[in-house]
């Protein structure tokens, strides 16, 4: 299928996940009904995503507090209890995050549930998605390794170990969340692209690392104010990225100042285009999504182009995130017919 659609991670969570007790008050038990609720949420944003034509799907994150988080609460050696204040990407904004006090070692499987509930309730492509190294390293303190580099090849082996534990689960995309990625970039090609690298060794279904400019929050909208007229910061690291056998690579394209021609150094990836804007409440319409699937094809073979969201849709408003599923599906479809 020529440009099959997924999108880049997260969906907004229902309301009523916040409060499972509300909805789910005949069990007894409040971890059952939070994880009941957790489970119908994945289910109802497969079905979300199906219905408005997205082919490769996720399970919307449903089941984490946060993209990192959530997977470093089934970790031993993390100190939750004691969090402290800490500087993210680069200062650019703080936020309170717990520490690693102990050596790190999965207590179990992270993400089976959310998996095995999305994979039996889709016959579609499933992507899921996990952190990158280097980004959890920039998103949780170290009172134990004294070393950032050994810290994220630690992370790197237990992302190994989850990661193919989903593949056997079923799951056809595993993509690592590397946002980092367009703030260190001498530590990516020194160390991140290996760090990741490890972390999908040995993996055969589709690989991918998603890079961007971040959610359409305050600090991130302010930070974007100050990168000038063209973001060129990934040429700095497509080089690294295309030498990897990384084969899939997600980056926003609508409404961004990155130069669509820098894609031209992803040669023979694929590239997850971000053909919705996860920054406005802007609905897009359809042939919004041609007009930028359009301008990625003069520097991806149209093969090798997957339409995606920008980043996550987490902080959106439910109604507006869910109008722009069904552009990026309608988009897309269009888009086969006038480019194909």
């Not at 946002?179 to 690989?207: H, K």
């Not at 041609?290 to 980043?311: E, L, R, Y």
Request: charged share 25%; aromatic share 8%; hydrophobic share 45%.
């Amino acid at each position: 299928m020529l440009f099959p659609t997924t999108i880049a991670g997260s969906l907004p969570k229902p309301e009523w996940l916040a409060e499972p007790n509300k909805l789910w008050a005949p069990w007894k038990s409040s971890g059952e009904e939070l994880a009941r609720a957790k489970r119908d949420a994945t289910m109802l944003a497969v079905k979300l995503q199906e219905d408005a034509g997205v082919d490769i799907v996720t399970e919307g994150e449903q089941a984490r507090q946060h993209f990192v988080h959530g997977f470093l609460e089934k970790i031993e050696g993390i100190d939750f209890a004691h969090k402290v204040e800490m500087g993210i990407r680069k200062d650019r904004y703080k936020a309170m995050v717990p520490q690693v006090v102990a050596p790190l070692r999965l207590k179990g499987r992270v993400h089976a549930i959310e998996a095995r509930v999305a994979r039996t309730h889709t016959t579609h492509k499933l992507k899921f998605t996990l952190p990158g190294p280097m980004t959890i390293i920039d998103t949780i303190a170290d009172q134990y390794y004294g070393d950032r580099v050994k810290m994220a090849f630690a992370f790197a082996e237990l992302l190994n170990e989850e990661a193919k534990a989903l593949q056997a689960d079923g799951v056809d995309v595993i993509q690592f969340d590397e946002p980092a990625f367009n703030v260190y970039m001498d530590e990516v090609s020194d160390w991140g692209i290996t760090a990741l690298e490890r972390a999908a060794e040995g993996l055969t279904c589709a690989t991918a690392v998603h890079i961007c400019y971040g959610y359409g929050i305050k600090a991130n909208t302010d930070w974007k104010e100050t990168l000038g007229s063209e973001w060129r910061q990934y040429e700095d690291i497509f080089p690294a990225i295309a030498k990897s056998p990384i084969q899939q690579v997600a980056i926003e394209c609508r409404n961004s100042k990155v130069p669509l021609e820098l894609l031209g150094l992803l040669k023979g990836k694929i590239v997850q285009a971000g053909v919705i804007d996860v920054a406005s409440d802007t609905v897009e319409t359809a042939e919004d999504v041609v007009k930028v699937i359009d301008a990625v094809s003069k520097f991806v073979p149209k093969s090798n182009i997957v339409a995606t969201t920008n980043c996550g849709m987490a902080p959106m408003h439910r109604d507006i995130a869910e109008a722009k599923l069904v552009a990026l599906g309608a988009g897309a479809k269009l888009a086969r017919q006038r480019l194909g």
